[in-house]
């Protein structure tokens, strides 16, 4: 059994009940105009209540850092009022100890083991009834151990109507994917492409969030035809962990400064890398979870299958020095 078997099963269990209240949040937003957030502003902070509410019930001394805390449902009694039914329609809960609960996770105190949770990754996913994710992982000694993310949109497998997954993975033990809906797991592995040619690879699908151009040079100079696939949220981590695309890339635009926030991140990195591909920034350095909230020693993201990694570095390498 793995040293963190327990923490996988909670891990699991808070990240499908978070989803669970999202997708009802989600399913009351048709026709919402995209300027109106507060249907993501309930999800984002009843998610975050719930995975922190599990994890203090099972992990008390474990320090969380995620992105919201509850200033904001203090000042707007109403919004809190809101929160607060979606919260307690999941597990009993007050005003009161929804607040406590979400501040459990605005805390950017690091120590040596803690927890990151996205509540919703991929807002404007949300928004449009398309992909998003909620996302949790432990970090131990600056290493991913731990991660679980509910992707409720996202076909179980490639061409399935049914929707609703749940991706998870322990350091040494492998990654997995299972109904959100619950039933057996089954084991990922990354794609045995080998030729770039049947290459694919998906990007977000704002642009602000990664550079394109690049990324289109880059698949044209790997001679990858297909043209990228896009999706919001860490769903693109697992479609590169169970073989749909061999690469995912997060690459800076030109003149950004901006450090990726790690809750964006974590989660995925250990699937992908779980399953058999790998993870570094466009430099080639693995991600590094020990420095704060951000990855403030890193720049950009590229994760792949493996085989065609070194290239894309090289690729990237060479764009860089050209510029």
């Not at 040494?172 to 109904?179: K, L, M, P, Q, S």
């Not at 990855?295 to 690729?315: E, F, K, M």
Request: aromatic share 6%; proline share 6%.
């Amino acid at each position: 059994m793995s040293t963190y078997a327990r923490e996988l099963e909670v891990a699991r269990r808070a990240v499908r009940q978070a989803a669970a209240l999202c997708a009802r949040v989600q399913r009351g937003v048709e026709g919402l105009e995209k300027s109106d957030k507060s249907p993501v502003t309930v999800a984002d902070f009843g998610s975050q209540a719930l995975v922190c509410a599990t994890l203090a019930e099972a992990f008390p001394e474990d320090p969380v850092v995620g992105e919201e805390d509850s200033a904001t449902l203090r000042e707007h009694p109403a919004l809190l009022a809101q929160v607060t039914r979606e919260v307690d329609a999941e597990r009993g809960a007050d005003a009161a100890q929804v607040c406590a609960w979400i501040d459990r996770g605005a805390t950017r105190e690091q120590r040596p083991r803690f927890w990151t949770v996205d509540p919703i990754d991929g807002t404007k996913g949300f928004l449009r009834g398309e992909q998003y994710a909620v996302a949790l992982a432990l970090i131990v000694d600056g290493e991913l151990v731990v991660s679980a993310t509910a992707c409720p949109n996202l076909p179980l497998r490639p061409d399935d109507p049914e929707r609703g997954v749940l991706f998870s993975a322990v350091k040494g033990g492998g990654a997995f994917a299972e109904a959100l809906a619950g039933g057996a797991r089954w084991p990922l592995a990354v794609s045995a492409a080998s030729d770039p040619a049947a290459g694919r690879f998906c990007q977000s699908v704002e642009p602000a969030h990664s550079d394109q151009e690049q990324a289109a040079a880059l698949a044209a100079a790997l001679g990858i035809r297909a043209p990228a696939r896009k999706l919001d949220s860490l769903a693109k981590y697992g479609i590169v962990a169970r073989g749909e695309a061999e690469i995912y890339l997060r690459l800076p635009r030109p003149g950004s400064t901006r450090a990726e926030c790690i809750w964006d991140h974590a989660a995925g990195v250990l699937l992908v890398t779980e399953a058999g591909g790998r993870v570094t920034d466009t430099r080639g350095a693995p991600l590094a979870f020990r420095h704060g909230a951000h990855l403030t020693h890193n720049r950009g993201v590229v994760a792949s299958h493996g085989p065609w990694h070194d290239r894309i570095l090289d690729t990237l390498s060479a764009f860089e020095e050209d510029a």
